[in-house]
């Protein structure tokens, strides 16, 4: 084994000898030297390999030689920039600008050949290196890259935060506003676990910003008074000398504060029903936060949208929740647009198209947003290649195209759809989407060709990653034994997830049992139980998990209403609702984060 290392550096030495001999005599004159400066790349790597081959000082030679090999890497001739590093590392000079780039380079080659972990395994600067300022910059700004791509923002976060540090104050303002939008999807949680980071107080000032940003946004007061302190207490930081721009919006954002709020929901006639779990939510929030502090009035749409409206604006109502049937929010557009309604409001719907309207909220338990949330979960899951299986109907279509937007958003590629039919062409489509079909048709042919005695397993596909089910609650206990017993033996098992729509309303661990291994987003209230799960469950223990939503969904409405100006304007924002960590895009719609949970052991398993 001695031997063959010696062989091996010795052949690492050779290589680098006969390609510096070989530049040697291909050298021709020079009237200016060419400029050994690490900081810019202007040469062919044949060009330095004849500088380096000239040079009488060792630091000048390796100079050279990183050029050389930063040259390759340009030029996508990556396996000589291997080779030439490989061969340079054992005389490499210990000047720690040398070694620096040395590993900037070998780390851009891992990159390359082999993954973005290997890559950041290498590149480390000790602390005690004495470095010019575009090292410096070159070092963050590659590992904030990395570790964007692997997915690891709070690492990431800190790389930024160091790189503002060593540019002019122009360009640090551009990496300041990245800081800041890499701040705005974290957790409010999770930016208070990380927010004290004694060794880098950059990087600890934007944590403990963002925090009092989400934390306090809802109230103006609290917010300007805590932004004071911080200000006070990070005198030197980047975000005191200039905050971020919708931070400042949010700061003269003027919270809706109504003492009179209207509910309009279909109170009579055969909708009465789909309103009634909304109703009691509202109320159950009302009575836990509010009680006799506001006046809260409930109006019938069933007996006209507009009467209800108006009956609403005569009883005094400041703030309007609902309607909620597709047809009344239509219609309410319709008045508003005509400048008829003048008081804010927050619809229980959500139509496809409207016109955005600054005191107009939008929240719905739409199962488009649903699918859309499941993408961005897949896609920080580190899945690649997803595969869909989705029911052949109107609500499947519309899940399976927010879905491919959103991936196609996240990785400029196209999601892989397959529709379903019931019956027989369910275990059809599962098989032509695994690939099992073709696999057995080349066992077919070849028993032919050979005879019955052959002995062969079909096999499935190995490329796709995840399976992303869309299907109603009776499909998904069929679907997912067509997939169980459809994988090859050969195959690894790939991550299966699904939606809220295939949830089992039941206890039955029976059921349950068949679907172990599977992951599923809900709402975060129907993840595990407690004292206001058990209450709702004894109260009306009729009730279906869609009613149990509409519930949450009733609830989260009234707490949202105080919330809603300063959400619009601070896009960071989250409300961990029971609905989902809900937060309010540009157009006013509510978006929602869903929790995640797997089936383990015939039980649903919060992630």
Request: aromatic share 10%; net charge negative.
């Amino acid at each position: 084994m001695l031997k063959r290392l010696i062989t091996t550096k010795f052949v690492f030495a050779a290589i680098l000898s006969s390609v510096l001999f070989g530049c040697a005599t291909q050298t021709t004159e020079n009237k200016q030297a060419i400029d050994s400066s690490l900081a810019t790349v202007t040469q062919t790597a044949n060009t330095y390999l004849s500088e380096a081959s000239n040079s009488q000082q060792p630091q000048e030679r390796d100079r050279y030689l990183l050029l050389a090999a930063h040259a390759y890497i340009n030029d996508s001739n990556v396996s000589a920039a291997d080779k030439l590093l490989t061969s340079m590392k054992p005389n490499l000079q210990p000047e720690p600008t040398l070694q620096a780039e040395w590993l900037y380079l070998s780390a851009r080659v891992a990159e390359l050949t082999r993954s973005d972990a290997d890559a950041l395994a290498i590149l480390n600067y000790p602390e005690q290196w004495q470095l010019p300022n575009w090292q410096r910059v070159t070092y963050h700004q590659y590992k904030a890259r990395l570790f964007n791509q692997t997915k690891q923002p709070i690492d990431e976060l800190r790389q930024l935060s160091s790189l503002s540090l060593y540019l002019p104050k122009e360009q640090a303002f551009e990496v300041n506003d990245t800081i800041w939008r890499t701040l705005q999807p974290l957790h409010e949680e999770t930016i208070k676990s990380f927010m004290r980071d004694g060794k880098n107080p950059t990087f600890s000032g934007w944590l403990q910003l963002a925090y009092i940003a989400k934390h306090y946004a809802v109230d103006p007061s609290q917010l300007v008074r805590y932004l004071g302190q911080w200000q006070q207490s990070n005198p030197n930081h980047p975000g005191a000398a200039k905050l971020p721009s919708d931070l400042e919006k949010a700061l003269n954002a003027q919270p809706y504060k109504p003492q009179n709020i209207a509910v309009l929901l279909p109170l009579t006639g055969r909708r009465a029903a789909v309103a009634e779990p909304i109703r009691q939510g509202i109320l159950a929030s009302y009575m836990a936060a509010y009680d006799d502090q506001i006046t809260l009035n409930f109006f019938d749409t069933n007996l006209g949208v507009e009467q209800a409206y108006q009956e609403a604006v005569a009883a005094g109502a400041e703030f309007v929740i609902g309607p909620l049937l597709p047809n009344a929010v239509e219609e309410m557009q319709a008045l508003n647009e005509q400048g008829l309604m003048t008081i804010p409001q927050l619809y229980l719907n959500q139509t496809e198209t409207f016109t955005p309207n600054n005191d107009q909220f939008y929240f719905a338990l739409s199962p488009a947003q649903e699918a859309s949330d499941a993408a961005q979960r897949l896609f920080d899951d580190g899945v690649s290649l997803p595969l869909l299986l989705v029911s052949n109907d109107s609500t499947g279509k519309r899940m399976a195209a927010s879905f491919n937007e959103k991936w196609l958003a996240l990785t400029e590629e196209n999601a892989e759809i397959h529709y379903y039919d019931g019956g027989d062409q369910m275990k059809v489509t599962v098989q032509e989407a695994l690939g099992v079909k073709d696999s057995q048709a080349r066992i077919a042919r070849m028993k032919e060709l050979i005879g019955n005695t052959l002995e062969a397993d079909f096999r499935s596909r190995r490329d796709i990653d995840a399976i992303y089910m869309i299907s109603a609650t009776k499909d998904l206990v069929l679907l997912k034994p067509f997939l169980d017993v459809n994988f090859s033996v050969f195959a690894d098992p790939v991550a299966l997830y699904t939606t809220s729509r295939s949830r089992l309303s039941g206890n039955s661990t029976q059921s349950a049992q068949e679907l172990n291994n599977l992951m599923i987003s809900d709402i975060p209230w129907l993840m595990s139980s407690n004292a206001e799960t058990t209450m709702v469950n004894t109260l009306w223990s009729q009730w279906n998990n869609g009613q149990k939503r509409l519930y949450i969904m009733g609830y989260d409405s009234l707490d949202l209403v105080n919330r809603l100006a300063q959400m619009r304007a601070f896009p960071g924002y989250q409300f961990n609702g029971r609905s989902g960590a809900l937060s309010v895009d540009k157009d006013g719609v509510i978006e929602r984060k869903l929790s995640w949970g797997k089936y383990q052991r015939g039980k649903l398993r919060p992630l």
